[in-house]
């Protein structure tokens, strides 16, 4: 019988033999050309292809949830996205990592001995993390960690569950620039304000916007030491015991120097769906490129604008 599904089926090869569906370039919805993608592959590491002298920044995309609670399923789709972003503008190489064994300047194989090629410390110009509570690092690691960004001045930009990161690690709170403490309202609507509108990475939203997350609640954090990009306004959102901040300062994004390196955090990201946000992706994009020194953004700690106000 010559069904309809049929006849799909044969329309479908008909048109792929006359060539009616070549691809074309795709074009980057934050670069808004695909003039810096043309030259992608040709450097670096190419899809599919043989190791060629680099050319363009690298970040390491790591995510480590092997401790995390209550894993969150959109990690996957958000690494994916991150290496989308740099491939297609042109921008930078994404190397993606779950193992982290390669952090660290000189990585090692599970035997001990040294790591043959791929990702480490020595070789990348920042990181992208989207860790989960215990990640975990020998303090060899840490200690590289720690020097990448503060001592040879790279990147580091997290997302999300990257607050919950390394408890029994100090030095990572002074390094990411708060610890997590809750998320009073779960997934919930609310009002994000938008309190540096001239920073690369927000430049692009309103002054107030509406917006649905996970908002993770900052601890242990100081305006004397980072600069708050986007916060979510407490007076718009229902009485709830577990918000602790009473002061009204709840921050979700912001960026910070630590030592010669330049750090971004944004509690944006709990469901797959918001890395497809373009405003999210762009957040980050931009966060990333301002990591690595290819945009200049001031992140000069300020204090709190509702202080005035009270």
Same mark, same amino acid.
């Given at each position: 019988?010559?069904?309809?599904?049929?006849?799909?089926? $044969?329309?479908?090869?008909?048109?792929?033999?006359?060539?009616?569906?070549?691809?074309?370039?795709?074009?980057?919805?934050?670069?808004?050309?695909?003039?810096?993608?043309?030259?992608?592959?040709?450097?670096?590491?190419?899809?599919?292809?043989?190791?060629?002298?680099?050319?363009?920044?690298?970040?390491?995309?790591?995510?480590?949830?092997?401790?995390?609670?209550?894993?969150?399923?959109?990690?996957?789709?958000?690494?994916?996205?991150?290496?989308?972003?740099?491939?297609?503008?042109?921008?930078?190489?994404?190397?993606?990592?779950?193992?982290?064994?390669?952090?660290?300047?000189?990585?090692?194989?599970?035997?001990?001995?040294?790591?043959?090629?791929?990702?480490?410390?020595?070789?990348?110009?920042?990181? %992208? %993390?989207?860790?989960?509570?215990? $990640?975990?690092?020998?303090?060899?690691?840490?200690?590289?960690?720690?020097?990448?960004?503060?001592?040879?001045?790279?990147?580091?930009?997290?997302?999300?569950?990257?607050?919950?990161?390394?408890?029994?690690?100090?030095?990572?709170?002074?390094?990411?620039?708060?610890?997590?403490?809750?998320?009073?309202?779960?997934?919930?609507?609310?009002?994000?304000?938008?309190?540096?509108?001239?920073?690369?990475?927000?430049?692009?939203?309103?002054?107030?916007?509406?917006?649905?997350?996970? %908002?993770?609640?900052?601890?242990?954090?100081?305006?004397?030491?980072?600069?708050?990009?986007?916060?979510?306004?407490?007076?718009?959102?229902?009485?709830?015991?577990?918000?602790?901040?009473?002061?009204?300062?709840?921050?979700?994004?912001?960026?910070?120097?630590?030592?010669?390196?330049? $750090?971004?955090?944004?509690?944006?990201?709990?469901?797959?769906?918001?890395?497809?946000?373009?405003?999210?992706?762009?957040?980050?994009?931009?966060?990333?490129?301002?990591?690595?020194?290819?945009?200049?953004?001031?992140?000069?700690?300020?204090?709190?604008?509702?202080?005035?106000?009270?």
């Amino acid at each position: 019988m010559f069904t309809t599904r049929t006849a799909t089926a $044969v329309f479908l090869v008909t048109c792929l033999a006359a060539g009616l569906f070549a691809s074309s370039p795709q074009t980057s919805p934050q670069t808004g050309s695909d003039s810096a993608a043309q030259g992608r592959g040709q450097a670096g590491r190419g899809r599919g292809g043989a190791t060629r002298p680099r050319t363009r920044k690298a970040v390491l995309a790591w995510a480590d949830t092997r401790n995390g609670i209550a894993q969150h399923e959109s990690v996957s789709h958000a690494l994916a996205v991150i290496e989308r972003l740099g491939y297609e503008s042109g921008a930078y190489d994404t190397f993606i990592r779950t193992d982290s064994n390669i952090v660290a300047n000189q990585p090692l194989m599970t035997t001990g001995e040294p790591a043959s090629g791929g990702p480490g410390l020595a070789n990348v110009d920042a990181i %992208f %993390f989207l860790g989960h509570r215990e $990640v975990p690092l020998e303090p060899r690691q840490r200690t590289d960690l720690a020097a990448f960004v503060r001592d040879s001045g790279k990147g580091f930009v997290a997302a999300h569950t990257a607050l919950t990161a390394f408890d029994s690690w100090p030095e990572f709170g002074d390094l990411i620039g708060a610890r997590y403490d809750d998320h009073p309202w779960n997934v919930s609507p609310g009002t994000i304000v938008n309190e540096d509108p001239s920073f690369p990475a927000t430049k692009h939203f309103p002054p107030a916007f509406p917006f649905t997350d996970e %908002f993770y609640q900052p601890k242990a954090f100081s305006r004397d030491k980072l600069r708050v990009l986007l916060r979510l306004d407490t007076s718009k959102m229902p009485p709830n015991p577990n918000n602790r901040r009473s002061d009204g300062d709840f921050p979700l994004a912001w960026a910070k120097y630590y030592g010669k390196g330049r $750090v971004f955090y944004s509690s944006l990201g709990h469901a797959a769906e918001t890395w497809d946000n373009r405003d999210v992706e762009q957040m980050y994009f931009e966060a990333i490129k301002w990591a690595l020194g290819m945009t200049e953004g001031d992140a000069t700690p300020r204090p709190f604008p509702g202080a005035a106000q009270r």
